[in-house]
């Protein structure tokens, strides 16, 4: 997680307090659990299959670019929800003033930095963060995941486009893109999880000498260790899926890298908000790699994987000046099909 808490203004004269890194160095011990469990940083590099349609699998191979979503408009609403709600709603139950040692009026500017950063990020950043979803890939799966076709890729009648991660060699520290594995649980170890978070925080606070106009410090990491779990868990019943998730988080983006990548597309559900990443480096996000290093492999889905349909896909190859991918397409075996009606 960034740790850029701005550092307060010096005085001249001696300051007595802690400087805002120190006590931000202090809150640092509550990130370790995700650091421990972060493959990408401690240098696995997976393969990640994007299942989806045929029609967008033509749209990433002529443009060279994905379409991240919004959570707001995507069926993990609720998973992405459940984070942010239940994290809040056990900070607003916690006795600031009895568990961390507070008088009424510190806990209560401590309140208002909690909340103004919950209500920011609310009305200025969650509608701009933007999720890819992936799925692990084992290198001598050419079938694919019959769930995940049945789920995300038409019934089978789409598409996976399956991506090397090896081919980043380079991570760039405070890159807006973070590429996380999904953490599964129950309900309940969730809510345990939370919970033992903000204990754990308010234990940090009860050790006291944080000044007031300082508050800020730790209500920042409060608030990001729920975002990061919110961002990156999900119910244990949708384990199977082995879900990655590539996330723009628009308060790292302060260089603006991405914001001109915004964008919309009108569907079914009326105007949903998109972010168009190219798949190509991008000085102070992606490091260096190509196009053709990075896309491992094409699956097509169990319920058009004939030769007619290969012959097809081989020819918007073709179309697209991209012959040299045709050695990369696979037909899934999976016997699903498209059942007839009786």
């Known amino acids: 997680m960034s740790q850029e808490i701005e550092m307060s203004s010096q005085p001249s004269q001696v300051e007595q307090g802690p400087t ?3 006590i931000s160095d202090r809150f640092s011990p509550l990130y370790e659990e995700f650091q421990q469990n972060d493959l990408w940083m401690k240098g696995e590099r997976p393969l990640l299959a994007h299942y989806t349609s045929v029609e967008t699998l033509e749209k990433i191979l002529k443009n060279e670019e994905l379409w991240l979503s919004n959570p707001l408009f995507m069926n993990d609403l609720d ?13 607003d139950q916690t006795d600031l003033e009895k568990t961390c040692g507070l008088d009424s009026a510190t806990a209560a500017l401590l309140r208002t930095d909690f909340n103004n950063l919950y209500s920011e990020y609310e009305s200025k950043h ?11 890939h084992a290198a001598d799966n050419t079938d694919g995941i019959l769930s995940m076709w049945r789920a995300y890729a ?16 380079t991570l ?14 129950s309900t309940a170890d969730r809510l345990q999880w939370l919970e033992r978070k903000v204990a754990d925080w308010c234990a940090i606070v009860a050790k006291g000498n944080i000044p007031q ?8 990491w409060l608030f990001h260790v729920i975002l990061g779990f919110a961002l990156s868990t999900k119910h244990i ?23 001109e990548k915004f964008d919309y597309i009108v569907g079914s559900r009326g105007v949903e908000p998109k972010l168009k990443l190219k798949i190509a480096p991008l000085d102070g996000a992606i490091s260096q790699f190509s196009f053709s290093e990075i896309l491992h492999s094409i699956l097509l889905g169990p319920s ?20 040299y991918l045709k050695s990369k397409v696979h037909s899934s075996t999976i016997p699903l099909r498209h059942a007839w009606p009786i």
């Open 20 to 22: 805002a890194q120190q």
């Open 79 to 91: 998973e992405m929800r459940f984070g942010l709600t239940r994290g809040k709603a056990f900070f």
């Open 126 to 136: 969650a509608l701009n963060v933007y999720v890819l979803c992936l799925s692990m």
């Open 154 to 169: 038409n019934n089978g009648a789409g598409a996976a486009v399956v991506f090397d991660t090896g081919a980043i060699k």
């Open 172 to 185: 760039i520290d405070d890159s807006p893109l973070v590429l996380t594995q999904v953490r599964y649980a």
């Open 213 to 220: 106009h300082m508050l800020y410090v730790p209500a920042y």
């Open 237 to 259: 019943g949708f384990l199977e899926e082995h879900e990655w998730r590539l996330i723009y988080m628009p308060d790292r983006d302060r260089n603006k890298l991405l914001t």
């Open 304 to 323: 058009i994987s004939s030769p007619l349909a290969s012959a097809s896909v081989f020819r918007m190859l073709e179309k697209l000046n991209k012959e």
